[in-house]
């Protein structure tokens, strides 16, 4: 199966233009701009650009922090679509899943994950935070990506910690300067399966080695609210 192997900015806001359709494709040009200076333009089925979208969303939702946009871009002719966009794979997303209190109560996680290649660099971010007035200590996470490898609709990430907040994540040994491995898998747009999005989250440590399935749980936990898109 094709890997791809790509980069991570984070966001968790949305401002929505009119996407434009790419003439004779039945597909739509947009661009995403996420905090930081990244930008992605890609050509999306319609599929792909709902999921982006709720994707997107899902990050003003269950925020961590940071913002991203995605923008109309003008539209091409059949005949100019071109390999340019041929590295326009990226994963984007976020939303919040469920942690143990014990005793059957639970608090949530906010995470927020968008990356691409830009420039012939990884770019990009991957957050969480654990929001105030639950039952464990508030706390937040920033992230910067390593290496990033998306294989069908899983995507493992590897990021370096840059700073933390509160000590939640600092129980774990997620401190700056420390790494953390991450899992997601795609298992399609909310509104259309009942399968939710998963995730998985590892912290490793003083290890920089790229997250694959030889040294990463595979996700484990269901994205309950919100929604992750992996596009090759």
């Not at 790419?22 to 597909?27: A, F, K, N, P, R």
């Not at 069908?152 to 600092?170: D, H, I, L, M, P």
């Amino acid at each position: 199966m094709k890997r791809t192997i790509i980069a991570i900015a984070a966001a968790a806001g949305l401002m929505l233009g009119t996407a434009f359709p790419v003439s004779g494709l039945g597909q739509t040009q947009v661009t995403l701009n996420c905090t930081g200076g990244t930008s992605l333009t890609v050509v999306l089925d319609t599929g792909a650009l709902t999921s982006l979208t709720q994707a997107v969303q899902a990050l003003i939702d269950y925020p961590a922090e940071l913002s991203c946009t995605l923008l109309q871009v003008p539209a091409m002719r059949f005949g100019a679509v071109a390999m340019a966009l041929a590295d326009g794979a990226f994963i984007t997303g976020g939303g919040r899943i469920q942690g143990d209190c014990g005793g059957g109560a639970s608090f949530w996680i906010n995470l927020a994950v968008n990356g691409h290649n830009q420039d012939g660099r990884l770019v990009g971010t991957v957050n969480g935070v654990v929001p105030d007035g639950q039952c464990v200590p508030a706390g937040s996470f920033k992230s910067v990506p390593i290496c990033v490898a998306i294989s069908g609709n899983r995507a493992y990430v590897t990021s370096r910690v840059t700073e933390t907040t509160g000590s939640y994540f600092t129980q774990f040994g997620v401190v700056a300067g420390s790494y953390h491995r991450f899992s997601f898998d795609d298992n399609g747009n909310p509104s259309e399966t009942a399968t939710p999005d998963r995730v998985g989250l590892q912290p490793a440590g003083d290890d920089p080695a790229c997250a694959d399935a030889t040294n990463t749980t595979g996700p484990f936990k269901n994205l309950v609210n919100g929604n992750i898109t992996i596009h090759q």
